[in-house]
């Protein structure tokens, strides 16, 4: 199969502004526009994202197959994954995007024996290295699959056999290599199934140190192959699992200390797991630079409505300019980006759904960022928000902070005091976002 | 008023055996029982709490006042809470409980200074101090209400005025001197507006040094005064704010970690705040004790399919079973007991219905308590709990997690290796629970 | 107290442009602008709510008053009433809307018997008339609160006890007579508390049946009166109750037809009850058009993350373009509007906060209705709509809607088909809605 | 393949007491004990479901299968059905189950084309007739499965497209004709994708319009080949599809009234259903019944802090008691029964775990039914109903409900009255459960 057979489209896909109502062309996305003292393609790195895109074939779990890829059906799974190869990297070049992301089992079939999976994932990821040369596209980061495989179905390194912790650091040392080997930006953990169904089978405290163990490992390694992106690690409280430890930043921070990880491990945020664990997608990020865990993005959005992990295409442009807007103050991404944790409906079988869909959605982020931007040029928010704390800066105030003060001292102060509330303004500041977005 | 007027009963309630069909008698709480080496009144350790039973009124946010309660109308504010004591004391002598709990505001009203309000309470806390030589209830813990009074509408530590936050300190001062003065077992944080509404006015990083400030006072202080209870935080994800900074057991423990209080800061476990995260009662009681946190527990329920805490007297036997299997497996309660964080709905409007809503549900803490002590007798579930990660007792796994092993080394190993899933037995677990309950 | 004292404004708020920053300007809301055929007053028919901006006075379930207005701190009722109806009516004049709606007990006093209720709510009333004679407010709605009072905590309509249904309808009469006296468009029903708290004491067939007869008396008399507005219905699945019987558009739909009030009832549709139900605010109003009784709306937004009703203003100018292009596209309101039952959060203290978070959300819905405009000229989603079905108008499509094949004719034609998918094509259309909104 | 190689069992399950503590023996399923006027056996009239038991593989969105059966894997598909069909049979002989219900593609391999696919279904339910001569086992339900094959991703009766329709009713059908054929006591209709992924794509009005017509076509052909049984329909709120038209069992009465099917359509209820719509089981139940619609049950469980179907096999006996108390009081089930619409977890993967859990559900529904028949002997709930409701059984109250009074009289005499509440019992209520259960 030649990729060009798959998208109907030669060139790439361009910046044509506002006014156009192409569906195949960016209306702000401009990449070479200034934002913040970047080009608009540094600030918001985009990555395509395999799995989604490119090896879920439709189903769901009531029922099966709806997009009938070619690259699915046939009996050599390597050159089945070669052809898949050849349209991924033809999409990557067509959306102008400068990243890609990859699970080990996305990219290479998995093979009768560990080892045979390693040379199957080795000799795809060299067929990359090469078109690498020639593209544009690089590695925000690649990850192992540690969930689909049945030998998984009790977790991977939080497993009650130890076989199981030992076969997945087996394969994950196989997927750092792998991304170490195409110069990755980051590696990823997304503990999948390390969690529990059940408590009546499950020893918490055991498992919790087993993934500390399981993580400490890694980054020994990290340090030893010279990789020197973060691991990341993706919280997500559920499912599919009933609860997974690494339910959301804040849990995350927990095991962190208590495992010493916090100088090698940093956060992998996405919305739609931010959702499924009652906080919003601002919440994550804030509670992520408030721990300094920050790391990087999966950009979709989940449906509120909805309890399981939808994955679609990020397309509220007021929940990303909020989002984009903390980002920004704190210099925006260092080795991050936003990567396409997204797919498109199972009804959406056509190729030039693909395209169209992360076209909607690049936009979307572009028109999130340039509000961030100029709602931070503006101090329409950081102003009224540092206004609101000021009576911290006060010398009382800061020596309390700084424990210069026992609680006796501040109660004999409190008895003088009638403080009286101030108000929140948080419908004007609603309407201050409503400006900009 | 003579509190002997408000419940037309004089003798306390005693067991009656499972056949008693008498609402006001107890068919499981055997007090004097031998469970697991204590009495069944020690392992539980029942409090009853002043706030739901006693203050408030019947109210929700579509309505007001359905109680009525004769102590709640009137215009002599501290002969109104004296009045309300003596209710409350012959409720804790009717109910033979160990424990009561208050909050400051509960037991006394606020004056028109903090200065006031302080005396308020030690008046009336003078007077429970004269009542408890000579009845039996203890107090398990007492706490500050930092949420109710409009000036910490914005919050109490983690205010944007360091006035309130001076304010909050002066009052939670004299709310644990109290509670030291009454011999209390436990001092409780519940962190009721320690959170916020909107991101869009808050500074999360500074509140929560804010707030960490703070409980590093609190703990000071009680080391200088010689309390020995912990200091409990009571997690609660939500309600009132949009979100509390104490969420669950796994962020509280990233908070302690971060602000070095874990030795001195223990959790107060609500199922009803589990389940608002998210949760089951269960999974927060073993998150504690693999965080080294387990503290006391808020027993009561809320309803699975609202959003909303209901804090309904908890009856669901196998629930609490599992719960208690845990902690008499770590030897049940140090200074924590079971504190009646609930109330009888608003139309359960006569006297009576506080003493049965309290009877039920103790039988049904009872019922549970002796289920788990079966189970943990028969290792029902520990034994094949203990079978289920027997490997990890063997030397490479334990070389493994004593960090022996290096990740090549691990991985080398994987290589053999095609390890198959044994069955997780869910089922069979769970008709064995529905053995014993 | 004279009004003008509460608002420091004496002008009414303006249009000013989109490039206006002012907090107290519109920007999008130009009254007289023509949008589809009408003025956009009359198309979006705002309407300022009584209890929320002048009752409510800023408490929570865990907090009392904030808010501290002056029309709130009396002694003589009837006075504190009037003060509030200079104060509201001096609200309409300033946010120039054309209507207002209110509850009985919000406007006047309740008294010790329903007969001195019924004459303060009469006397304030008489009130309202005399200002409606010279300001342009109109009333969209009365209806009575049949919820707060302690008589009704188990229901009203649906009360175990005929006394209290005898009593709601004494207080309903009185309330219709009221908004019939005032020209009201619309009488509105809200079933705060028919429902239930627990199923063990309820009897859920009895209690529908004393609610259809219930809405039948009041359809009976209000055609007596020549009363030519509809009673609105307003769903809600749960809170203050467990459960309350006007669930959902879809439930109301099927409690009508059992007892014969389709013709008579309309739905009252709100954004915070359709997602605490489970559904999009959207989904709510095209149900209500698929069923023929799309009615009113509440115009408030709750929030996703949350369990319980909190009618923030709605800011949300997406999902309220996809209600208004539905609403447009069956010709606009008829005797509905978009009542503003939205509150500001308790910390906004100031007046000005009121005002602002009107014109906000003001604004934001203009803009909604300007985008939905401009998708139904351009056909942005109607167009790909009627493809989609296009297959439908085929003849002998037609017949089997038709009812003009049995099932054997039909299922005959199935066997010489072999019917393909087509693509739902959503990212494209969510791509469509962003160059709109 | 011999079935008795799958299972390690000859005889079947059989009742040894309540101090067994053999997984595969009951200890309260005694099928010969008579229950209310019934044995057992006719009461529960359990139903094992081909689907999740046989045709699963074990997979979920993350992972693929994980148990491994035999007649899965092999490339004669209509052998593997015949190996199946063994292992079935086998299953409910061991059970010793009166019933069993399918979909067409449980049992019989899919063909090429729709005639293909409905002599594969005739050719294996020819082979249940033959096996159902020798067997107790009876037919409960059968169905067709309109949602799995990706002709039917946007819906089967409400699809777009009318082909779509046309090929699903060539379907139902011949899976009506295998219902009638083999004696079936119902046929039900899950509408799995008969609802909507988004309302931009959907008309909702013209797709509910087809589903009654798809509906009115299936009941007249019931008619006129003589099936005696209803036509079941499954409400369900949502999964696969954003939102499904028959939402519960208010919706399903709403739309059934609409399209006048109320005479021969009733409700399939299934517990996960029902707390995904938001409801509890028995309100599920007690709706059915207030609506005259009551059918059958599918008895399983969810997650309650889970938002999609688990399926669990249902255990918790209180929740049952309530549910079989109320279908107790309406005489029991008629045409239907219990149908384990449940599926062992993926992670139980031996043999064993599918009997061990059928045997410990089916315990927990006899425990279940063995308490509703005690507390209605005693008279435990309907006494404290019917005193509750009492006030309505006097004259007065019979002609209001009646319709033999008017608004304006029923208001005339509220105003002598001032009725007060009375206690609602919960807690009362809610520990004479525990005494059962």
């Not at 067509?94 to 390693?118: I, M, Q």
């Not at 028109?367 to 102003?383: C, F, H, P, Y």
């Not at 800061?398 to 108000?423: C, F, M, N, Y």
């Amino acid at each position: 199969m030649a990729s060009n057979r798959f998208f109907d489209r030669a060139d790439p896909i361009a910046f044509a502004g506002t006014d156009s109502r192409d569906p195949l062309a960016f209306r702000f996305y401009d990449k070479d526009r200034e934002v913040m003292g970047r080009r608009m393609e540094d600030q918001l790195r985009f990555a395509v994202c395999y799995w989604h895109s490119f090896t879920w074939p439709g189903g769901d779990p009531f029922g099966g197959e709806t997009f009938n890829r070619p690259w699915m059906h046939g009996s050599d799974a390597l050159a089945l994954a070669r052809d898949k190869a050849d349209v991924a990297f033809d999409m990557f070049r067509l959306l102008d995007v400068p990243f890609f992301t990859f699970h080990d089992v996305d990219v290479a079939p998995e093979g009768a024996s560990l080892k045979e999976s390693n040379d199957n994932l080795k000799a795809i990821t060299d067929i990359f290295a090469k078109k690498m040369e020639t593209e544009k596209v690089r590695l925000l980061w690649g990850t192992a699959n540690l969930f689909s495989n049945r030998r998984y179905m009790a977790g991977a390194a939080t497993n009650p056999d130890p076989d199981v912790f030992t076969y997945a650091v087996g394969q994950v040392k196989a997927a750092l290599d792998a991304t170490h080997a195409l110069n990755g930006a980051n590696y990823v953990c997304w503990g999948g199934r390390e969690g529990y169904e059940t408590l009546l089978n499950t020893d918490m405290g055991r498992e919790l140190d087993q993934l500390g163990r399981f993580l400490s490992m890694l980054v020994d390694y990290k340090h030893k192959i010279g990789f020197e992106g973060p691991i990341l690690i993706e919280p997500k409280p559920k499912e599919p699992t009933k609860h997974q430890y690494d339910f959301d930043a804040a849990t995350v921070f927990g095991f962190l200390q208590k495992y010493d990880l916090v100088a090698d491990v940093k956060l992998n945020l996405e919305q739609n797991h931010a959702i499924l664990a009652g906080h919003s997608f601002e919440h994550e990020v804030k509670t992520a630079y408030a721990a300094g865990l920050f790391g990087s993005l999966d950009i979709n959005r989940g449906d509120d409505l909805l309890g399981w992990d939808t994955d679609q295409f990020a397309m509220n442009v007021g929940e990303m300019a909020l989002v984009f807007h903390e980002m920004l103050r704190h210099g925006g991404f260092t080795t991050g980006g936003l990567n396409f944790d997204a797919k498109i409906r199972r009804q959406s079988i056509d190729p030039d759904d693909l395209l169209i869909a992360h076209v909607a959605s690049m936009d979307a982020c572009a028109r999130g960022l340039l509000a961030a931007e100029a709602m931070l040029k503006d101090e329409a928010l950081t102003g009224p928000l540092n206004a609101r704390y000021a009576g911290w800066d006060q010398p009382e105030a800061k020596a309390i902070l700084a424990g210069e003060r026992t609680l006796e001292q501040v109660a004999e102060r409190a008895l003088g005091l009638d403080p009286q509330p101030r108000s929140g303004r948080q419908e004007y500041l609603e309407g201050v976002v409503n400006r900009y977005v």
